[in-house]
Nanobody, 121 residues
Framework: QMQLAESGGGLVQPGDSLRLSCAAS????????MAWFRQAPGKEREIVAR????????WSADSVKGRFTISRDGAANTVYLQMNRLKPEDTAIYYC??????????????WGRGTQVTVSS
């Protein structure tokens, strides 16, 4: 069973940057999407960005477009989320996921434990 491990979260000020990493314990299937979701207190889990492993095509939510970038390292079975110009509303637990769900969290088979991102002055 594949395991996903996120890293890179932390406490930053508005306008700062962070880079999240998610390392998979085994080779990621080409048919999988690798995605970043986030969940803020009292809110539903929402997708932030995803990448299709087979061709590297990406998609990001309107709320982060132009600020966040998802990328991958196929050889290392690792996906990244570069987050720039962070805002307080980006504060959440960020989860890495693998599966066929596209933007639906219920369609993802594997999840990391999450990493906390807090944006506060």
């Amino acid at each position: 069973q594949m395991q996903l491990a996120e890293s890179g979260g932390g406490l930053v000020q508005p306008g700062d940057s962070l880079r999240l990493s998610c390392a998979a314990s085994e080779r990621i299937l080409n048919s999988y999407y690798m995605a970043w979701f986030r969940q803020a207190p009292g809110k539903e889990r929402e997708i932030v960005a995803r990448v299709l492993w087979s061709d590297g095509s990406t998609w990001s939510a309107d709320s982060v477009k132009g600020r966040f970038t998802i990328s991958r390292d196929g050889a290392a079975n690792t996906v990244y989320l570069q987050m720039n110009r962070l805002k307080p509303e980006d504060t959440a637990i960020y989860y890495c996921a693998a599966g066929w769900g596209v933007s639906n969290p219920k369609g993802y088979d594997f999840w990391g434990r999450g990493t906390q991102v807090t944006v506060s002055s």
